[in-house]
């Protein structure tokens, strides 16, 4: 056994979450250096805007698609794309510590592939949702969705522990369920654009996954297709 002196203090982030933090603090830092002035000149202030309209998931784009039947490659992007631009600062901050927080739990049970599609294909069906059941023409920026289906992964494994232990399994839910309200009463305070309907997409997108990309979940399915 180790000496514990030779113990991190710091409990190591597993490197796909790491890499998915770098990716977004390094965009957002160039937004708001770029803002401020301090880098890529006088152009630099218009970035942020332009990358959300080159970047951002658009429900009246994905309308378009369907009714047309043209799939452009530089529209589908939009829907992994949009993830990793946020409206400000603050809206990219509060993202990557929900990233880093989630991300480190579920990252420690998950393969470090599981984890990256969990956080992809989860911001792929909130986008999803959100271009289906609203019709705004606001765009869907931020990785949220993503997010929230991290909270659907550690959900899953919640409900996993307290049917091990014969407890309650709604109660894993419990979570879930106080950050809905808690966007609720903030969306009737300060108003907001229906992001949430893309956060319960992603939320159940990645509780869904959950049973697929689990540890052991293919040998499950195996086991139980040769019983039938």
């Not at 603090?25 to 803002?35: H, N, P, S, V």
């Not at 996993?160 to 966007?183: D, K, P, S, T, V």
């Not at 903030?186 to 309907?197: H, S």
Request: aromatic share 14%; hydrophobic share 55%.
């Amino acid at each position: 056994m180790p000496a514990p002196y030779n113990e991190s203090p710091v409990n190591p982030l597993p490197p796909v979450v790491v890499g998915l933090f770098l990716v977004i603090a390094g965009i957002e830092a160039a937004f708001t250096l770029g803002q401020a002035g301090l880098a890529g000149g006088p152009g630099a202030v218009g970035w942020r805007m332009a990358a959300v309209e080159t970047y951002g998931f658009s429900g009246q784009i994905l309308g378009w698609m369907i009714t047309q039947n043209i799939w452009p490659p530089e529209h589908l992007m939009r829907f992994v794309t949009y993830q990793f631009v946020h409206a400000s600062f603050t809206h990219a901050l509060f993202a990557v510590a929900l990233l880093l927080a989630l991300g480190k739990m579920v990252g420690e049970v998950f393969s470090a592939i599981a984890t990256l599609a969990i956080f992809v294909v989860s911001g792929i069906g909130g986008a999803l949702a959100f271009g289906l059941i609203l019709s705004t023409p606001q765009p869907l920026i931020g990785a949220f969705p993503g997010i929230y289906g991290l909270i659907g992964a550690f959900t899953f494994l919640l409900w996993l522990r307290l049917g091990q232990m014969g407890e309650n399994q709604y109660r894993a839910f419990l979570l879930i369920g106080g950050l809905l309200f808690i966007q609720l009463v903030f969306g009737i305070l300060f108003g907001g654009n229906g992001d949430w309907v893309a956060d319960v997409g992603g939320f159940v997108t990645g509780f869904a996954m959950s049973f697929l990309v689990a540890p052991g979940a293919w040998a499950k399915i195996r086991a139980r297709l040769r019983q039938r």
